[in-house]
């Protein structure tokens, strides 16, 4: 925990001799036929030269939106300056779990976060412009649509991540608006759309995957699972357990660490 404080501090303080620039763009999706907006962190080193640059997708959670991680996680900007990334935040919506609604048209977060919003970024910013210059991850609910977007668009991004993911819906039953997105809480049907329930899929396309989870996490369990499995499988991949609970306190510690990871995917190396 000391360890982590100290690295934030100089974060912040590297921060102070650059200044990554902190965006609203509004993206028009097709597929819900409006605007939706999305937060864009461009490094302060993208203003000079003509380099393209990677991109880290950074997802909200449940309840939340696509903001929380520039107004809850203070600092988050200094990681696009200390590891040279783009970092974008798109928007979720409260309860989207980024899936494609089979019952509603204007729920149709999967196509919009997986397909329209990394198009949008690439036509407006120099990005390298393929999986090798995408990565995905996102707290809780976010987590869960991490992996679950990276499972099933591999073309789309080279890695991914979850930070205390809500992988299992069958958990969370008839709650947290899973009927009203999926239609129902069959639990067969719950299954189809979990992470944890759907896992082999990865197995058919391997790349660099990180999943930490709080000790104290009421979520735990599931991240656990996925662990488990992608053991028994020999599946390379970081998994991470530290003390902490299901909050901001835990994530503020956690994205540090992914984006390390992340750094490294797209760099080749460490710091």
Not at 143 to 172: I, V, W
Request: glycine share 8%.
């Amino acid at each position: 925990m000391k360890k982590i404080a100290i690295l934030f501090a100089l974060l912040l303080i590297y921060g102070l001799a650059q200044a990554a620039i902190v965006d609203t763009v509004k993206i028009y999706s097709r597929a819900m036929e409006k605007e939706i907006p999305a937060v864009v962190i461009v490094p302060d080193s993208y203003k000079t030269g003509t380099d393209a640059f990677p991109v880290l997708y950074l997802l909200h959670g449940y309840s939340g939106h696509y903001d929380n991680w520039v107004t809850l996680a203070p600092g988050v900007d200094t990681l696009a300056d200390t590891y040279r990334m783009i970092i974008v935040c798109p928007e979720g919506n409260y309860s989207s779990w980024y899936v494609d609604s089979p019952i509603d048209k204007q729920w149709q977060y999967g196509t919009h976060v997986a397909q329209e919003v990394p198009k949008y970024i690439d036509s407006h910013y120099r990005t390298i412009a393929n999986k090798a210059g995408r990565a995905i991850t996102g707290l809780s609910m976010g987590g869960h649509g991490a992996l679950y977007l990276a499972f099933r668009n591999p073309e789309t991004f080279g890695a991914c991540g979850s930070m205390s993911g809500a992988l299992d819906l069958t958990a969370a039953k008839s709650g947290y608006a899973l009927v009203e997105r999926l239609g129902s809480d069959d639990p067969d049907l719950l299954k189809q759309y979990s992470v944890v329930h759907t896992a082999a899929i990865i197995l058919q396309y391997p790349m660099p995957l990180i999943i930490d989870c709080g000790t104290e996490d009421y979520l735990q369990d599931a991240t656990k699972q996925l662990h488990n499995f992608l053991l028994e499988h020999k599946y390379p991949h970081t998994f991470i357990q530290r003390p902490g609970s299901h909050n901001w306190d835990y994530w503020r510690e956690s994205v540090v660490y992914q984006s390390m990871f992340f750094y490294r995917f797209f760099y080749g190396n460490g710091l």
